[in-house]
């Protein structure tokens, strides 16, 4: 078995940063009762998720790594198009054309797990009579 070192154990720390950049040592109770923390200052960023991605795969766990690879993808949008996007994945919520053009949303703005992910979807729906 690899040797692993979980991304938030004291020798990774340093590594681990929030989406505005503060280091997980920065977010502390104390800093947070005082109103120093915004809600991004307590997001994760798509760096921490890669580095989480590569101790699962380390780990033996491709699909969570794959998983959180696409995350990482994800934290470039906003609450409103991720829930946009989730419902347009819903089963018979969205036509072939739609998914295929959400697909390439995605891959235009760098999320090209994501976007292979629509496409591997768009063709079950299709397959399963789930399109709308």
Known sequence: MADLSYPLSPGARAQ????????????????????????????????TLRLQAGFAERGGNPQLGENLRRAAELVAFDDDELLRFYEMLRPA????????????????????????????????????????
Do not use: F, M, N
């Open 16 to 47: 681990v940063r929030s989406a505005t950049g503060k280091a997980v040592d920065e977010i502390t109770l104390d800093v947070a009762v005082s109103d120093a923390l915004g809600p991004r200052d307590v997001a994760v960023s798509a760096d």
């Open 93 to 132: 919520r969205s036509s072939a054309q739609e998914l295929d053009s959400l697909a390439a949303e995605l891959s235009e703005r760098g999320a090209q797990r994501c976007a292979e992910l629509v496409r591997e979807a768009r063709a079950v729906y299709v397959r399963r009579g789930l399109i709308a």
